[in-house]
């Protein structure tokens, strides 16, 4: 145990890094905010194309053909521009806090999954325009 007591710039550095990383947690929170809304937009872009879809194929709803896709379409497309809006403003965010800052923050999961709902968005996509992905 080192009873050697910290001098004034040893407190100012580890109190420093402490609120680094606060405000690191505080993007990554913000982050999956940005992530979760664009994951309900495609879902539910998704599903109502599919819901209207069969309705339409049944033959006994009131729409115009093209609404289930164009109403899909423009969810699946919200939802992943407000997840690419995310992802950005993260970067950004971050690069500007950490600055010339030594310190190197953990991997983000929530990056990596925020890119990977934008691959599910794509894919959700094709699946609408061309029928891929077996949905």
Known sequence: MNDTPLTSNQLAEQRTELALARTIMALERTL???LRTGVALISFGFTIFKFMDALLQKGNAGIREN???NLGLFLILLGMGLLTTGILE????KKNILGESKIKPP???S???????LI???????NIFFGLGGF
């Open 32 to 34: 999956m905010a940005w």
């Open 120 to 126: 599910v968005g794509l894919l959700t996509l094709l």
């Open 107 to 109: 991997f983000s999961f």
């Open 67 to 69: 609404a289930p896709r």
């Open 111 to 117: 990056l990596l999954a925020s890119i990977g709902v």
């Open 90 to 93: 993260y970067k950004m965010a």
